[in-house]
């Protein structure tokens, strides 16, 4: 009986202290890692538009983003360019969501964080925020081409200083 009791003891006191800043720091950067991979291809994407955009625009030619051939035809609208950016690339807004939808897995096993590690969690959540404004980016075409395209660079930025800042809290 008194066995028992110290078991169910031991179990209860390690149940309690939890796991230790270390251990979620390394489970926390893995979960990092993955939604940076996920951000980098959602602004790979959200830029090809943009190039593709800007082309239509001003030369009033398609690029396909894959080939990089141009269309033999002239297409009058810059609207043109970009449906036909959306219709190419489908398959890779669905991998693009997919990507998302096993980061918002991902992150969901992080939410109960250790004090010690509060600023890592910030920084993923804050990271997390930005996985789904590129992700709007990348799959959706909202406002006018220098609205989307400074809204665009200023969120690249941020994820730019934001991975910095990780890298270094990882060592």
Request: aromatic share 12%; glycine share 2%; net charge negative.
């Amino acid at each position: 009986m008194k066995k028992c009791l110290y078991i169910i003891l031991v179990i209860v006191i390690l149940a309690s202290c939890g796991e230790s800043p270390e251990d979620y720091n390394k489970r926390a950067f893995a979960v990092s890692d993955s939604i940076i991979k996920s951000c980098d291809l959602n602004f790979e994407i959200a830029s090809s538009k943009q190039d593709t955009w800007l082309r239509g625009i001003q030369d009033n030619k398609y690029k396909h983003p894959m080939t990089g051939v141009y269309s033999s035809s002239y297409y009058v609208t810059w609207q043109e360019a970009l449906d036909m950016f959306d219709k190419d690339m489908e398959l890779f807004f669905e991998l693009c969501k997919v990507k998302k939808q096993q980061s918002d897995s991902l992150y969901s096993t992080i939410k109960e964080y250790p004090e010690k590690s509060q600023s890592v969690f910030d920084n993923i959540k804050e990271l997390m925020n930005i996985l789904e404004l590129s992700y709007n980016a990348a799959v959706n075409t909202e406002g006018s081409y220098k609205s989307f395209s400074s809204n665009l660079n200023d969120l690249y930025q941020n994820y730019k200083e934001l991975k910095s800042k990780i890298e270094i809290e990882k060592k």
